[in-house]
């Protein structure tokens, strides 16, 4: 007998504060988050604007924060044996730290630690109490780390190796990695994602994370665990295409999709909506939009898709937890988040995308695409406990 992975817990911040009722009140109003960025001087860049929160703790007080908030909506279930699956890259501002001391001060003692993606997960699982024998598994693969996570939370819970992970990733803007999207011209020119739009011009940075308790149904029941949605299968892709170029047919997301629809036994016509990758930029834009057509065929026409990025940005490692929760959370709401920014239709990207408006909808399933750096891709498919 299969093994049935559900969602108890979600703990999550995006740019506009933390929990669900943040999300309810921008993401699925169609309120987007961009600002000029106080964090640091960014006078010096080409761009100066980011969906930078308010939120003034460090990443790995970030990282508790979601895991403790997911465990504690998930019912405060017993993490001594869980597993922990993380999709983080570190902590960049303790990176820079440490070299300010050292070359400005001539301080050797600054914890470089801090920056290693190790650190949070030995932080996180001692916070926690993780102290029993479940797995401790870190992964720093770009753009679809943390829901490569999930997958793989995922894929211990269907193997019966673990009856509860926790699992997620989280992201903060930081000068270190706005210098390097900065100087490789990847934002928009003007400061406004227009995802899917001919006049589209690039990507913008953003705040945020989410942790995700997945647990097998069997658990989650025998402790009437609230459920927030049954995890039904997923996909991962490389097309090795390019360093950092997608695919130009989309091939990694239609192999990634439709790994997703095989392992969750989902037929192409039951998807409700797609929350997509949707970076706002030239290249991404027509290779997912051709990846999702290759999947879904005619049917692509009849999906409604939207880029939540066009009101977060780009929260990197931390983005692909970010809209699973978020898709969960339309799902569970009855509204589709839309594209905002969207304003000229493009005959290379010809699909719904939601422009501009929410959409009250009765949404069973959800499907959320991310793609990164090196030409790896995943889907997540959600539904609503049957």
């Known amino acids: 007998m299969s093994t049935r992975v559900v969602v108890t817990g979600i703990g999550m911040m995006t740019p506009s504060g933390f929990g669900e009722e943040a999300v309810k009140r921008t993401i699925l109003a169609g309120v987007h988050q961009f600002r000029p960025i106080t964090r640091f001087d960014a006078a010096k860049f080409r761009s100066g604007i980011a969906a930078q929160s308010h939120y003034e703790g460090t990443l790995l007080d970030l990282g508790i924060r979601c895991a403790e908030e997911a465990i ?78 999930i997958g793989v939370g995922y894929e211990l819970i269907k193997q019966r190796r673990a009856d509860t992970v926790v699992c997620g990733g989280y992201s903060l803007v930081t000068e270190e990695m706005f210098a390097k999207f900065d100087s490789g011209r990847a934002f928009a020119s003007d400061g406004r994602i227009r995802s899917f739009s001919r006049n589209r011009t690039g990507m913008l940075l953003g705040d945020g994370g989410a942790v995700l308790v997945l647990e097998s149904y069997d658990a989650a029941r025998r402790r ?6 049954e995890m039904a299968g997923w996909g991962l892709s490389c097309d090795a295409f390019h360093v950092s170029q997608p695919h130009p047919e989309g091939a990694g997301v239609a192999r990634a999709i439709e790994k997703a629809l095989r392992t969750s036994s989902i037929a192409k016509e039951a998807v409700d909506y797609i929350n997509a990758h ?109």
């Open 72 to 149: 504690r909506s998930a019912g405060s279930p017993d993490v001594e044996n869980a597993s922990l699956v993380l999709g983080i890259q570190g902590d960049y501002d303790a990176l820079s730290r440490y070299w300010e001391a050292r070359t400005e001060r001539g301080e050797y003692e600054s914890r470089i630690a801090e920056f290693m993606p190790s650190y949070h997960l030995e932080a996180l699982s001692e916070r926690l109490g993780m102290k029993g024998r479940g797995k401790k598994i870190v992964l720093n693969n770009a753009c679809i780390a943390s829901s490569n996570a």
């Open 278 to 386: 949707g970076t706002g930029t030239a290249y991404n834009d027509k290779s997912e939009t051709l990846g999702i057509k290759q999947a879904f065929g005619e049917h692509a026409y009849h999906i409604p898709i939207s880029s939540t990025k066009s009101m977060t940005g780009h929260i990197l490692e931390g983005t692909g937890a970010v809209e699973t929760a978020i898709s969960v959370i339309a799902m569970n709401e009855g509204i589709l988040p839309p594209t905002v920014g969207y304003e000229e239709p493009d005959p290379l990207c010809d699909l719904d995308y939601i422009p501009n408006r929410p959409r009250p909808r009765e949404i069973n399933t959800v499907l959320n695409i991310n793609a990164s750096f090196g030409g790896n891709n995943t889907a997540i498919i959600m539904r609503k406990l049957k």
């Open 224 to 229: 009437q665990a609230p459920i927030y949605a």
